[in-house]
C-alpha cells in the first residue's frame, strides 16, 4: 500500500524520510487513522517534531490527511474535536465541576486524521500491528512555529 501523490513529490524534505513516512502511514490501523498524533510519529522515529510536522504539512497539502483540534483543559479534561480554529469557542465550561476556563494556544492538541486511504500495491506489505501510546500531540503554538502552512490553513489559523 501506498501515496503515489506523496511519492512523486518535490520537496526539500529527503526522499528517505518521505518514504519511511508513506509506509507508516500506508500501515496504520484503519483504528489509529482518525487520531494520528504526530509527536507519536516522531518518537517512534527518532525524528525532530519539525521535521514530523513538515511530513504531516506535506501530507495535509496533497489531502491525505487532515487537522483537527482537540481542546483539553489544563487538568486533562477533553471537551471535542474542532476543525476550524474559528469554530472554538473563547471559554469553554465544564458542567461536571462547574467551572469556565480561557482557551489558549496551548490548551489545542493538534491531531490527524486519514482522508484519503493508501492504494493497494502488489508487493504484499503486511500491515503492522500498533499499541496506543499515552503521548500528548503537538500543541497549535508549536504547529504555528514549525511554519506548517498547509495544516495552519486548513484549520483556519490566520499567520
Known amino acids: 500500500m501506498y501515496f503515489q501523490n506523496l511519492e512523486s513529490l518535490n520537496s526539500n524534505v529527503p526522499t528517505e524520510s518521505i518514504q519511511d513516512f508513506i509506509f507508516w502511514l500506508s500501515t496504520l490501523a484503519p483504528l489509529y487513522r482518525n487520531k494520528i498524533n504526530p509527536q507519536d510519529y516522531a518518537i517512534n522515529k527518532k525524528i525532530t517534531t519539525n521535521l514530523a510536522l513538515t511530513l504531516f504539512d506535506l501530507a495535509v497539502s496533497e489531502e491525505i490527511l487532515k487537522p483537527k483540534i482537540l481542546i483539553e483543559d489544563d487538568y486533562g479534561v477533553t471537551y471535542g474535536f474542532f476543525y476550524k480554529n474559528s469554530d472554538i469557542p473563547k471559554t469553554m465550561e465544564n458542567h461536571e465541576y462547574n467551572y469556565d476556563f480561557k482557551v489558549k494556544d496551548e490548551n489545542k492538541k493538534v491531531y490527524f486524521e486519514m482522508i484519503n486511504n ?27 512555529q514549525s511554519s506548517s502552512l498547509a495544516v495552519l490553513d486548513s484549520l483556519g489559523v490566520i499567520f
Open 118 to 144: 493508501p492504494k493497494v500495491c502488489k508487493t504484499g506489505l503486511s500491515q503492522s500491528a500498533t499499541s496506543e501510546k499515552n503521548i500528548s500531540s503537538v500543541s497549535l503554538s508549536q504547529v504555528k
